[in-house]
Nanobody
Framework: HVQLVESGGGSVQVGGSLTLSCAVS????????LAWFRQAPGKEREGVAA???????SYADSVKGRFTISQDNAKNTLYLQMDSLKPEDTAMYYC??????????????????????WGQGTQVTV
C-alpha cells in the first residue's frame, strides 16, 4: 500500500526558499514516477515538477529555473527545492506517485490524472 506524507511547508517571504519533502512508504520509491502538484484556492490542481525512474525531470514553465525536484532512494524520499519564491507560488503542495509500469509519457508527466497515489498536502504561503 503506497503512502505519501508531505512536510516542509510554511510561510516564507518573497524571494525566500523552502524545501518540501515527501516520505514514501509501502513501496520502493525507485520503482515509481513521482511528482509535485499544487492547488491554490479557486484554481485547478497544476503540475509543478516530475521525476521519472530514469531520473529525467519535467517542470512547469512557471517554476523552471527556480524549483528543483530530486529524490533520495536510500531514504525513500522525494524533495522539492523552491527558490526565489513569489506570491503566486502560494498553494497547497501535493506529492503524487504512479508505478513505473504505468509511467506517463513525458508530455503528460505533469497531468494529475496520470498519478494513482496522492499525499495529503503541505501548505506554502509566500
Amino acid at each position: 500500500h503506497v503512502q505519501l506524507v508531505e512536510s516542509g511547508g510554511g510561510s516564507v517571504q518573497v524571494g525566500g526558499s523552502l524545501t518540501l519533502s515527501c516520505a514514501v512508504s509501502g513501496v520502493r520509491a525507485s520503482g515509481y514516477c513521482l511528482a509535485w502538484f499544487r492547488q491554490a484556492p479557486g484554481k485547478e490542481r497544476e503540475g509543478v515538477a516530475a521525476i521519472d525512474t530514469d531520473g529525467s525531470t519535467s517542470y512547469a514553465d512557471s517554476v523552471k529555473g527556480r524549483f528543483t525536484i530530486s529524490q533520495d532512494n536510500a531514504k525513500n524520499t522525494l524533495y522539492l527545492q523552491m527558490d526565489s519564491l513569489k506570491p503566486e507560488d502560494t498553494a497547497m503542495y501535493y506529492c503524487a506517485a504512479t508505478s513505473r509500469f504505468n509511467a506517463p509519457e513525458p508530455r503528460r508527466a505533469l497531468l494529475p490524472l496520470e498519478y494513482a497515489y496522492w499525499g495529503q498536502g503541505t501548505q506554502v504561503t509566500v
